[in-house]
C-alpha cells in the first residue's frame, strides 16, 4: 500500500517555504500530491493556470510529486482522490489556532483523514505568499524568497512596473 498525502494551499506564489515542506513530505510519502486551491472570495495575484505552473517548475525535481488544482472542500478533494493524510504547514505560532481549527473541523467533516503538521526551516519560518507579493508589488528583492521559477514570473508581472521606478529613481538623482 502506497502512502499518499496532500499539501493544499493556493500557492500565490510559492515560496521557499512552501517548497521546503514540499521536499520534506516526498520524503516520508511515496506521493504527495500538491492540491493548488480556487478561493472565489480571496483575490489572487496569479491565475490558477500560472500558480499549477510555478509550483509544477519549483517541484520538477521531485519524481514522487503531482500537482492538480482543486475547488471546494479539501477533505472532499482527499476522498475523491482516496487519500487520507493531509500535510499542513506550521511557521509559527500564529499559525496554530487557525490551522487547529482547521484540522478539528477536517476531522469531523472526515473522521478517515489524518492531518500531519511539519515546520518549514527556521530560516523559512517568516516567509508567507503575502510577504512575498507586498516585496514585489513595492519593487524588492525577492529571490530569498521563492524559487527561480517564481521570480521569473513576478518579474514579468511587475518588471514594467518596476523598470519605470528605477528610471524614475535614476532621474531624481541625476
Known amino acids: 500500500m502506497k502512502r499518499i498525502s496532500i499539501y493544499a494551499g493556493t ?3 510559492i515560496t521557499l517555504g512552501h517548497l521546503d515542506l514540499i521536499q520534506r513530505a516526498a520524503h516520508i510519502f511515496d506521493r504527495i500530491v500538491i492540491a493548488v486551491a480556487e478561493r472565489p472570495s480571496k483575490t ?12 509544477r517548475e519549483a517541484t520538477k525535481t521531485l ?8 475547488s471546494g472542500l479539501l477533505v472532499d478533494f482527499a476522498r475523491k482522490h482516496d ?6 504547514g506550521l511557521r509559527a505560532y500564529s499559525d496554530f ?7 478539528l473541523t477536517n476531522r469531523q467533516l472526515a ?18 505568499s503575502s510577504v512575498v507579493r ?8 525577492i529571490h530569498g524568497f521563492v524559487p527561480p521559477c517564481v521570480v521569473r514570473h513576478i518579474g514579468n508581472r511587475f518588471g514594467k512596473r518596476r523598470n519605470s521606478r ?7 538623482r541625476d
Do not use: W
Open 111 to 128: 473522521p478517515d483523514v489524518e492531518t500531519l503538521f511539519l515546520m518549514p526551516k527556521e530560516t523559512h519560518s517568516y516567509l508567507s
Open 134 to 141: 507586498e516585496v514585489a508589488e513595492l519593487g524588492g528583492d
Open 83 to 88: 487519500i487520507h493524510v493531509l500535510v499542513r
Open 11 to 13: 500557492f500565490d506564489p
Open 97 to 103: 489556532e487557525y490551522e487547529f481549527q482547521m484540522a
Open 44 to 55: 489572487t495575484m496569479f491565475s490558477m493556470e500560472e500558480r499549477c505552473k510555478m509550483v
Open 166 to 172: 528605477a528610471e524614475r529613481a535614476q532621474h531624481i
Open 63 to 70: 519524481k514522487n510529486v503531482k500537482v492538480q488544482p482543486f
